[in-house]
Antibody
Framework: QVQLRESGPGLVGPSGTLSLTCVVS?????????WSWVRQGPGKGLEWIGEFYHGGPTTDYNPSLKRRATISLDASKNHLSLNLTSVTAADSAVYYCTRIGGGGFDYWGQGIRVTVSS | EIVLTQSPGTLSLSPGERATLSCRASQSVNNHPIVWYQHKPGQPPRPLFSSTSSRATGIPGRFAASGSGTDFTLTISSLEPEDFAVYFC???????????FGQGTRLEIK
């Protein structure tokens, strides 16, 4: 059973960089799977941020984030990271680490709430 | 970019009743059909059906997904108390890669 767990600061200052890490158990980020980050802002719907595949490595991002997002893997620690630069209050959200499967997201972490505020 | 529109925004029903939730796509999505999720407060979204309309592990048989082209439906035949939640539909487009969600339908107890 794949389990994902997100970690990182719950508060980021405006114009700063949001940095989150995801750890997987029961699986590996270097397996032949795609992995992704999804977020949900307060009172908003779900938004796909981007995806990562180790065999490349290959990354794809939501164009709406205007190249502010970077997903990377530290294979030595089996950590999948998300960096989001130049954050504003609009980036306040619960961020989920997910595995891609079945045309969508078949495994989700519990999510981590991040607030952008000074 | 495909836009998914869910209706109704809120559905108020009683346990034992039948729920019908709609997800309409702005263009045909037969290449990658719709995925459905159940989302409860404080929990991550839970996949209900994959894009092949296969019921996810542990999802009871009262849940059914149907549709093609631009119109998709999630039906819960007889509501149980634990079914009251927000339901999202989602689509994957491959060129370029993009995952799009509907805005959700809140299923609440009447």
């Amino acid at each position: 059973q794949v389990q994902l767990r997100e970690s990182g600061p719950g508060l980021v200052g405006p114009s700063g960089t949001l940095s989150l890490t995801c750890v997987v158990s029961g699986g590996s980020f270097t397996s032949p799977n795609w992995w992704s980050w999804v977020r949900q802002g307060p009172g908003k719907g779900l938004e796909w941020i981007g995806e990562f595949y180790h065999g490349g490595p290959t990354t794809d991002y939501n164009p709406s984030l205007k190249r502010r997002a970077t997903i990377s893997l530290d294979a030595s620690k089996n950590h999948l990271s998300l960096n989001l630069t130049s954050v504003t209050a609009a980036d306040s959200a619960v961020y989920y680490c997910t595995r891609i499967g079945g045309g969508g997201f078949d495994y989700w972490g519990q999510g981590i709430r991040v607030t952008v505020s000074s | 970019e495909i836009v998914l529109t869910q209706s109704p925004g809120t559905l108020s029903l009683s346990p034992g009743e039948r729920a019908t939730l709609s997800c309409r796509a702005s263009q045909s999505v037969n290449n990658h059909p719709i995925v459905w999720y159940q989302h409860k407060p404080g929990q991550p979204p839970r996949p209900l059906f994959s894009s092949t309309s296969s019921r996810a592990t542990g999802i009871p048989g009262r849940f059914a997904a149907s549709g093609s082209g631009t119109d998709f439906t999630l039906t819960i035949s007889s509501l149980e108390p634990e079914d009251f939640a927000v339901y999202f539909c989602q689509h994957y487009s491959g060129s370029p890669p993009m995952y799009t969600f509907g805005q959700g339908t809140r299923l609440e107890i009447k």
